[in-house]
């Protein structure tokens, strides 16, 4: 990626390493179903990192329900939701190419984008010389109608590498990241959400996830708890990988009141630069490991 191309003023040079593991699905045409809270974060994220391809879904309109979860003002009510993303990206990036379908994604619609961009036309998007990969970001909050683009999905699965599908969902503070599909439907399924913990904090971060999830080629469908993370709790991811470390970090009251009942000269017989460095806990996830790992270590300045 150009630090600064010939069609945006955005100097992403900062990013560079980090554009390295996102080049396939920052290139890619995102298609979006469902642009609310996960949605609406989620095509933000892409177009402040660099992607410039965007076809959105959703038939709903901004409601007073949602202001707590998406970036926009009050002024917004009653706009639909595609429409409201596709203004807050180009205000953000004034190059980006966004298409706006304010209906709701039936089997039909679904299916014909994906033929459109894929069968019919492989250079839509991309020039006559350049094929762009597709990805379809399910966001929706209505299983049922998950497991049939789930089902479209599948039925061009053939495209092999062209064709990428993420399902991304919240439910309290847990988040998770779908390539497989495998979500919750039974007799007694009721759609939209189940708590009233939804919230933008948890909105975004599953944005993030879903993001990384695709850049780091993860095929497992991992579902994260954030606050067992916060706390230092036990995550463990459906896989089974992972260690878990129990050990909490010290309290921030706690260390200045140690601190203020030390006397000045004393240090342990250490100078202040060989003080032990306090553990730091880390939550990886690489293309290698496919899991999560939790792990402790101990760095110094």
């Known amino acids: 990626m150009a630090t600064i191309s010939s069609t945006s003023p955005v100097d992403y040079s900062r990013q560079e390493a980090f554009s390295a593991d996102m080049k396939n699905t920052l290139n890619s045409v995102h298609v979006i179903i469902g642009c609310g809270g996960i949605g609406f974060w989620l095509g933000m994220f892409l177009a402040m990192n660099g992607a410039d391809k965007f076809i959105l879904i959703d038939g709903d309109g901004i409601e007073h329900s949602n202001l707590n979860r998406l970036p926009v003002p009050e002024s917004f009510i009653g706009f639909n939701k595609t429409h409201a993303l596709k203004r807050q990206i180009r205000f953000l990036r004034a190059d980006t190419q966004i298409t706006a379908i304010g209906k709701h994604a039936t089997e039909d619609i679904v299916f014909k984008i994906i033929k459109k961009l894929v069968i019919d036309i492989p250079y839509y998007y991309g020039g006559r010389n350049g094929k762009k990969n597709v990805i379809l970001w399910d966001t929706t909050d209505d299983a049922r109608f998950q497991q049939k683009y789930y089902k479209v999905f599948k039925e061009h699965d053939k495209?092999?590498?062209?064709?990428?599908?993420?399902?991304?969902?919240?439910e309290g503070?847990?988040?998770a990241s779908y390539a497989k599909y495998n979500v919750w439907v039974d007799e007694n399924y009721q759609a939209g959400y189940r708590t009233s913990r939804a919230n933008s904090i948890t909105s975004a971060l599953s944005a993030c996830f879903g993001i990384l999830s695709q850049a780091f080629n993860i095929e497992d469908d991992v579902c994260l708890n954030i606050k067992d993370i916060a706390c230092n709790k036990q995550s463990v991811p459906p896989s089974g990988d992972g260690q878990v470390v129990n050990e909490r970090p010290r309290e921030i009251d706690q260390e200045f009141e140690e601190e203020e009942e030390e006397p000045e000269t004393a240090n342990d017989g250490l100078d202040d630069d060989e003080q032990p460095a306090e553990p730091h806990i880390f939550v990886t996830a690489t293309p290698e490991h496919r899991g999560w790992e939790v792990r402790t270590t101990t760095t110094t300045e």
């Open 173 to 175: 503070y847990e988040i």
């Open 159 to 170: 495209y092999g590498d062209r064709l990428k599908y993420r399902k991304i969902g919240y």
